[in-house]
């Protein structure tokens, strides 16, 4: 099997087919899109080594996808005691107050000015929309013609209800079967983002989290990462050597702090910013006493004051000549039930490659411009980091990535061989900040492929689309790729509307995309349209925009919402160690979603016994990290999908 960052990198625009993932053959695969044509590639990060079975899930758990019979490789099982694929209620995943002829909605919402659409798969001909509390008609009408979606195997018509714009919460009915509630309102996602944002601050590592809100209290995780040890030695340090460390963000359901991952989400983070800058604000995400008290006394959002933490750390991280390593983890998976203070095993320094110095100097050159109104001396600091980064980069020119014996057995690889696109996303940052020539030179005498090629969602494994847009909206490019990159940018945009359009959830999903992380991608290609939106305005780019976000939160195959504490049927059992150490399912997290290819013993098993279609393979069990775990880079794409549409005084928990 593929790892689950295998399947994402390899997701290309949801139109596409997973081209040639790697199985068992040992053979070397390129990132997706490096190829520049954008559906060369396939599965970064396990077949580097020569075994694309290496078990280097990046899921943090020994999540081996080579086939762990323990679930995790913690030697925990599935770290709750379930085989048969039940919840911790006790009720089996396709249980619940819906049955298959179910009213698919939203279950947080819809903005009142918005398309409404029901999924209907009852079979009848008209539906009604009620207020929910008090059971009063306020709109009905006739479904749409019948038809099968392909992706989950289900007929259904659709219920709209444009017309319903008075604020309330409601529920719509065909069939005798009644969806779940939702609501109507301006910032209907308001409380959704400001979880999905202070979420991070809940993943921080090596710190005190005493938090009012979830009841979450932990204490500093960790702390041996101020001084871990070095895996292996360099020019800079001997093998043992203490390096300080701390700071940064648990990844996923582990404990690992990855560079890769962790940078596009600052990507994600930051131009959700840039993007939308009155959407946030400081005190949105109330964050718990003590946690950026300086930042938000001085004015910095709390969505800054959060990625400020994130690159911090990547600063700890970076060489004296500019390179970065690649992670810190243990050397093995601790139980699902240890808490973040009690892995109190070694912690090592593994690793240091070009794509992921990369993709941290694109992250240092988009901060070193985003935080120069509230803090100059850390804007200078980020560009000096980026600068470094970058004359590493060009003084080393080929691809490169370190993987030492042992150094995967207790934390993911994130394996990649590759990386034009993640030079492409650096030099164009830095030409966005700087207005400097060079970068435009580097750009066009090494990697002009990646101007013109095929946009596509941002991941990982593959950060053109960052590259583009930073590219697009600089003042020093030339006009001639600024206007290559729009035609790229609306062309996959319209791509994208048609596909959804066809779907019968409308989702851009499609068929061979429901692969390890796949809601990353849904809403990954919901920020694609937003950027094309910004190229052209287009109102069926902000619909199918909005598809997405209407798909995680509820109107999905399986009748479940993927964001935890969202909507009435969110994911209640995510693989997570900070969930099953502290029995709090904090909310905000986006676990990975249909997963029809499997990769843990819970989903293999309901894969082999029910043979799901491929929307409905997923599992809302601790188990299934294949489907069911969060991690850092499968939320960040909601965060600037969520903050076009959201009003800042909405982004609050009440």
């Given at each position: 099997?593929?790892?689950?960052?295998?399947?994402?990198?390899?997701?290309?625009?949801?139109?596409?087919?997973l081209?040639?993932c790697?199985?068992?053959?040992?053979?070397?695969?390129p990132?997706?899109?490096?190829?520049?044509?954008?559906?060369?590639?396939?599965?970064?990060?396990?077949?580097?080594?020569?075994n694309a079975?290496?078990?280097?899930?990046?899921?943090?758990d020994?999540?081996?996808?080579?086939?762990s019979?323990?679930g995790?490789?913690?030697g925990?099982?599935?770290?709750?005691?379930n085989?048969?694929g039940?919840?911790?209620?006790?009720?089996?995943?396709?249980?619940?107050?819906?049955?298959?002829?179910?009213?698919?909605?939203?279950?947080?919402?819809?903005?009142?000015?918005?398309?409404?659409?029901?999924?209907v798969?009852?079979?009848?001909?008209?539906?009604?929309?009620?207020?929910?509390?008090?059971g009063?008609?306020v709109?009905s009408?006739?479904?749409s013609?019948?038809t099968?979606?392909?992706?989950?195997?289900?007929?259904?018509?659709?219920?709209?209800?444009?017309?319903l714009?008075e604020?309330?919460e409601?529920?719509?009915?065909a069939?005798g079967?009644e969806?779940?509630?939702?609501?109507?309102d301006?910032?209907v996602?308001?409380?959704?983002?400001a979880?999905?944002?202070?979420?991070?601050t809940l993943r921080?590592?090596?710190?005190?989290i005493?938090?009012?809100?979830?009841?979450?209290?932990?204490?500093?995780?960790?702390p041996?990462?101020?001084?871990a040890?070095?895996?292996?030695?360099?020019?800079?340090?001997d093998?043992?050597?203490?390096?300080g460390v701390h700071?940064?963000?648990?990844?996923?359901?582990?404990?690992?702090k990855?560079?890769?991952?962790?940078?596009?989400?600052v990507?994600?983070?930051?131009?959700?910013y840039?993007?939308?800058?009155d959407?946030f604000?400081v005190?949105?995400?109330?964050?718990?006493?003590?946690?950026s008290?300086?930042?938000?006394?001085?004015?910095?959002?709390d969505?800054?004051?959060?990625?400020?933490?994130?690159?911090e750390?990547f600063e700890?991280?970076q060489?004296?000549?500019?390179?970065?390593?690649h992670?810190?983890?243990?050397?093995?998976?601790p139980?699902?039930?240890?808490?973040?203070?009690?892995?109190?095993?070694?912690?090592?320094?593994?690793?240091?490659s070009?794509?992921?110095?990369?993709?941290?100097?694109?992250?240092?050159?988009?901060?070193?411009?985003?935080y120069?109104?509230?803090?100059?001396?850390?804007a200078?600091r980020?560009?000096?980091?980026?600068?470094a980064?970058?004359?590493?980069?060009?003084?080393?020119?080929?691809?490169?990535?370190?993987?030492?014996?042992?150094?995967?057995?207790?934390?993911?690889a994130?394996?990649?061989?590759?990386?034009?696109?993640?030079?492409?996303?650096?030099?164009?940052e830095?030409?966005?900040?700087?207005?400097?020539?060079?970068?435009?030179?580097?750009?066009?005498?090494?990697?002009?492929?990646?101007?013109?090629s095929?946009?596509?969602?941002?991941?990982?494994?593959d950060?053109?689309?960052f590259g583009?847009?930073?590219?697009?909206?600089?003042?020093?490019?030339?006009?001639?790729?600024?206007e290559?990159?729009?035609?790229?940018?609306?062309?996959?945009?319209?791509?994208?509307?048609?596909?959804v359009?066809?779907?019968g959830?409308?989702v851009?999903?499609?068929?061979?995309?429901?692969?390890?992380g796949?809601?990353?991608?849904?809403v990954g290609?919901?920020?694609?349209?937003?950027?094309?939106?910004?190229?052209?305005?287009?109102?069926?780019?902000?619909?199918?925009?909005?598809?997405?976000?209407?798909?995680?939160?509820?109107?999905?195959?399986?009748?479940?919402?993927?964001?935890?504490?969202?909507?009435?049927?969110?994911?209640?059992?995510?693989?997570?160690?900070?969930?099953?150490?502290?029995?709090?399912?904090?909310?905000?997290?986006?676990?990975?979603?249909?997963?029809?290819?499997?990769?843990?013993?819970?989903?293999?098993?309901?894969l082999?016994?029910?043979?799901p279609?491929?929307?409905?393979?997923y599992?809302?069990?601790?188990?299934?990290y294949?489907?069911?775990?969060?991690?850092l880079?499968?939320?960040?794409?909601l965060?600037?999908?969520?903050?076009?549409?959201?009003?800042?005084?909405?982004v609050?928990?009440e």
């Amino acid at each position: 099997m593929v790892s689950r960052r295998g399947y994402l990198a390899a997701g290309v625009v949801g139109l596409s087919a997973l081209a040639g993932c790697p199985g068992g053959n040992g053979a070397d695969t390129p990132a997706a899109g490096d190829g520049g044509d954008g559906d060369t590639g396939d599965g970064s990060d396990g077949s580097g080594d020569g075994n694309a079975d290496s078990g280097d899930g990046d899921t943090g758990d020994g999540e081996s996808d080579a086939g762990s019979d323990g679930g995790d490789g913690d030697g925990d099982s599935t770290g709750d005691g379930n085989d048969g694929g039940e919840t911790e209620s006790g009720e089996t995943p396709d249980d619940g107050p819906y049955s298959d002829a179910a009213v698919l909605v939203d279950q947080v919402g819809y903005r009142p000015g918005d398309e409404k659409r029901a999924v209907v798969r009852a079979d009848a001909a008209s539906f009604t929309v009620r207020d929910a509390d008090s059971g009063t008609e306020v709109a009905s009408g006739d479904l749409s013609e019948p038809t099968t979606d392909g992706a989950s195997g289900d007929t259904v018509r659709h219920a709209a209800f444009d017309n319903l714009s008075e604020s309330g919460e409601y529920v719509v009915s065909a069939g005798g079967v009644e969806s779940a509630p939702f609501a109507v309102d301006e910032g209907v996602w308001g409380r959704t983002l400001a979880e999905v944002g202070r979420r991070y601050t809940l993943r921080r590592a090596n710190t005190a989290i005493d938090d009012p809100v979830t009841g979450l209290s932990l204490e500093p995780g960790h702390p041996q990462d101020r001084g871990a040890e070095m895996y292996f030695a360099d020019e800079f340090h001997d093998e043992g050597e203490a390096v300080g460390v701390h700071g940064g963000w648990y990844d996923a359901g582990d404990y690992g702090k990855y560079v890769p991952p962790a940078a596009v989400t600052v990507g994600h983070l930051l131009l959700a910013y840039e993007q939308h800058p009155d959407t946030f604000e400081v005190g949105q995400f109330s964050m718990p006493e003590g946690v950026s008290e300086a930042e938000r006394e001085a004015g910095v959002p709390d969505l800054l004051a959060e990625v400020k933490f994130e690159l911090e750390w990547f600063e700890r991280m970076q060489r004296p000549d500019g390179a970065l390593y690649h992670k810190v983890a243990g050397s093995q998976w601790p139980g699902m039930n240890v808490r973040p203070a009690e892995d109190t095993q070694t912690r090592y320094v593994f690793g240091l490659s070009t794509y992921g110095t990369a993709m941290a100097v694109g992250a240092f050159a988009m901060g070193a411009r985003i935080y120069r109104p509230f803090d100059a001396d850390f804007a200078d600091r980020l560009l000096e980091n980026a600068v470094a980064g970058y004359e590493y980069l060009r003084d080393n020119p080929d691809a490169s990535f370190r993987s030492d014996d042992g150094q995967n057995d207790g934390s993911g690889a994130y394996r990649q061989d590759t990386d034009r696109t993640e030079r492409f996303w650096a030099a164009a940052e830095l030409l966005k900040t700087t207005g400097e020539s060079r970068y435009a030179e580097y750009i066009d005498a090494e990697l002009e492929d990646q101007v013109g090629s095929r946009a596509r969602h941002a991941g990982w494994g593959d950060a053109n689309l960052f590259g583009k847009w930073a590219y697009y909206t600089a003042d020093a490019g030339s006009d001639e790729h600024t206007e290559t990159i729009a035609e790229a940018l609306t062309a996959a945009a319209d791509d994208l509307v048609a596909h959804v359009g066809d779907q019968g959830y409308n989702v851009s999903l499609g068929l061979n995309d429901y692969f390890w992380g796949s809601n990353a991608l849904a809403v990954g290609n919901g920020s694609l349209l937003l950027l094309a939106d910004a190229v052209e305005s287009n109102a069926d780019y902000r619909a199918a925009a909005r598809d997405q976000i209407h798909y995680v939160l509820g109107r999905t195959p399986t009748d479940r919402g993927y964001v935890t504490g969202s909507g009435e049927r969110p994911p209640g059992n995510p693989h997570s160690r900070l969930v099953a150490s502290t029995g709090i399912n904090v909310p905000g997290n986006v676990v990975g979603g249909p997963n029809h290819n499997g990769g843990d013993p819970d989903l293999d098993a309901f894969l082999a016994s029910e043979d799901p279609a491929p929307a409905k393979s997923y599992l809302d069990v601790q188990g299934s990290y294949a489907s069911n775990e969060p991690a850092l880079d499968y939320a960040a794409p909601l965060v600037p999908l969520l903050a076009a549409f959201t009003p800042a005084d909405a982004v609050a928990l009440e």
